[in-house]
């Protein structure tokens, strides 16, 4: 066998064992729709490429200990659909157009090669792609905010008064971009905490980073049009642009965050970014880069999203300061969210927009996504006025500040192993813990996820580098108490498979 048919035998086989995957035993399908379903995962997965040869028929019944009628009923399948071709007397081989799912490396999904009969080309990208869905809070979820800490019966009475005092108009949509109290406040914070230049009316009020990236991309951007992703990238951004039609162009990340692509890149559109904190691998762009970028982005007349999602939580020193403070061009839009001081199900982040453009984007928002929920905003607005957000902020930095130390602390034992290093930890929720590129870092967090430890792989972050291996620990939920037992089992998996 040679080393790429026992990769993918190695995959199908686990794809099949899995209890609840879809491909699983317990999924209920004949044992031919089993093995199309996780041959399909590995096309899509990108464990074979466009061009690339399958074994034949023969060969793959007896890897995967199969009946030859069931592997010629899977890849007939698969034939039917489009994902493979078949060349009379030379084999097996995956379609050139294999339908897109590592963004920016593939072409865009075919309609015909539809498996999901009635979505469209888009809407099979969409699905396809690795989904955040199953992100079930635990411990050590990247990302996750202890919500459970919030100060439900303040925010409940704050509510209740202006429930209370509702005007009529306080129901109704907003056609100003949000209820004027709370864009006054979230300019007032951004001003003081994160040096953005700005005036209340550039603020709008959005239901999160995804709107507010959407909105963007509407806006900005034609559909096919190409968008300048980090990678690794989050995977948020890389659905919305997707949404949108747009074409992810993948820029990798190094320690000062975003490398400049070189001249011969496609030019861009829009330039997404994580600045202060890159998602997922933590790294602070350098300033020489903050500037580079800007001037590319002037080169280009492109427009930088600037998603400014964790930067409450600096915890040694004080918060760097935003990209959008360097931008003397009007080039800048920048993203924050609620998600993370506040809880996830709140449902609010606000979208600054370069002064050009307030009108347009308040009238796109108005009539793409009828913005309301005034009553809500305005006990934000109370919330962030009576300093019950700076409480809040204070209170959840220095708790994360105790289970980020915690974590660190538990995890030293694994920084004397070869190739092994922490990067992303002086801020917000969770750190990188890299592995050297020989190690399977999907298999490692398999392994960990069984035991009810959730973390999440680094590769599954690459759009389309090869070599990144690690894994994203979340601390913000994690209870101290199980923070140091989780971490070592995350040490002693990582020895093990160091060997
Ligand atoms: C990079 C990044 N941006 C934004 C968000 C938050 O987005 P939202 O406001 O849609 O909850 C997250 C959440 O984890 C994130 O990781």
């Not at 399908?29 to 028929?57: I, V």
């Not at 600037?306 to 839009?333: K, M, N, Q, T």
């Not at 040490?491 to 160091?498: E, G, I, N, T």
Request: aromatic share 8%; with cysteine.
């Amino acid at each position: 066998m040679t080393q790429a048919a026992a990769l993918l035998a190695e995959y199908v086989l686990t794809e099949l064992s899995r209890p609840d995957g879809p491909a699983g035993p317990g999924s209920g399908l004949p044992l031919n729709r089993r093995l199309y379903e996780a041959l399909r995962r590995a096309l899509l997965d990108g464990r074979l490429g466009p061009g690339d040869r399958l074994p034949s028929s023969r060969e793959l019944a007896q890897d995967l200990r199969l009946s030859r009628n069931t592997v010629v009923a899977a890849l007939e399948q698969l034939g039917a659909e489009g994902y493979l071709v078949s060349r009379v007397g030379s084999g097996t081989y995956v379609h050139d157009q294999l339908p897109r799912v590592r963004a920016g490396t593939r072409p865009p999904p075919r309609a015909d090669a539809a498996h999901l009969p009635g979505l469209s080309a888009r809407g099979q990208g969409l699905v396809q792609h690795h989904s955040a869905r199953d992100l079930e809070i635990q411990p050590f979820t990247p990302g996750a905010a202890d919500f459970s800490a919030f100060p439900v019966a303040l925010w409940q009475r704050l509510q209740n008064r202006h429930w209370r005092a509702a005007r009529p108009e306080m129901l109704d949509y907003t056609t100003s971009g949000g209820y004027g109290p709370l864009r006054r406040a979230v300019a007032d914070h951004l001003r003081v905490s994160r040096h953005v230049r700005l005036e209340p009316e550039q603020v709008l009020i959005t239901t999160g980073t995804q709107q507010s990236l959407e909105l963007c991309a509407r806006l900005l951007a034609d559909v096919g049009d190409t968008v300048w992703m980090e990678d690794p990238g989050y995977w948020g951004a890389i659905k919305a642009f997707t949404a949108c039609g747009l074409r992810l162009h993948p820029v990798p990340v190094d320690d000062e965050g975003w490398a400049p692509p070189p001249a011969s890149a496609p030019a861009p559109r829009l330039i997404y970014v994580t600045p202060s904190h890159q998602y997922p691998t933590g790294a602070v762009m350098s300033l020489a880069r903050r500037h580079a970028l800007l001037a590319r982005a002037a080169e280009a007349n492109a427009w930088v999203l600037e998603d400014d999602y964790d930067s409450e939580f600096r915890f040694d020193s004080a918060p760097i300061a935003s990209l959008a403070g360097l931008d003397d061009d009007g080039r800048v839009c920048y993203l924050g969210t609620f998600s993370k001081v506040l809880y996830p199900g709140v449902k609010l982040g606000y979208l600054v927009v370069p002064r050009a453009w307030i009108e347009a984007f308040r009238q796109a928002h108005y009539d793409l996504h009828r913005p309301g929920q005034l009553p809500l905003q305005a006990a934000l607005a109370e919330f962030i006025e009576m300093g019950h957000f700076a409480t809040a902020l204070r209170r959840t930095r220095q708790t994360y500040a105790e289970r980020r130390a915690r974590l660190l602390q538990a995890l030293a034992p694994v920084l004397s192993l070869p190739g092994v290093q922490i990067t992303g930890a002086a801020q917000g929720l969770h750190l990188c813990l890299r592995l050297p590129p020989a190690l399977d870092d999907r298999a490692i967090a398999a392994t960990l996820a069984a035991e009810g430890i959730s973390v999440r792989p680094l590769s599954a972050y690459a759009l389309a580098r090869q070599d990144l291996r690690g894994l994203l620990i979340g601390y913000g939920y994690a209870q101290p108490a199980l923070i140091a037992p989780c971490a070592q089992r995350i040490v002693a998996v990582v020895q093990q498979a160091l060997g």
